[in-house]
């Protein structure tokens, strides 16, 4: 086989494992500073299709708006991860996990995280509809 199309050695947990599942804690806490540490300064958020917020004060509004509309009692857990990195960027999908008080939902989320010069890893693009926005977006 080709050396360029050999499958690499799934590492035993990539870095941005443990930074998802520190966000998904600190969206539990409701514990937004902490969360909007994760982001990068111009990342967009998918609140729901056809509704983004861009930026860190809005990104902030949107999950003390989803806080609210759950109640205060949301969950966020990820079950299988896919991380694809190259250089500086990598693309998460993930099957997202959310156990809310209007029930439990499963999502095949996709997030993009870039690192940034001393090597911190922030979300820029947080999407955790996935694909089904091809089903919402006429």
Known sequence: MDQAFQA???ELQHPLQALIQAADEAIGREDFDALLGFYSDDAVLVVKPGL??????????AFVAIAEYFGHNLRVRQ???EILETGDTALVVAQTLLDTSHGKLSRRATYVFRRDADGTWLCAVDNSYGTDLLEATP
């Open 8 to 10: 690499e050695p799934h």
């Open 52 to 61: 983004l917020a861009r930026g860190k004060a809005q990104i902030r509004q």
């Open 79 to 81: 079950g299988h991860l």
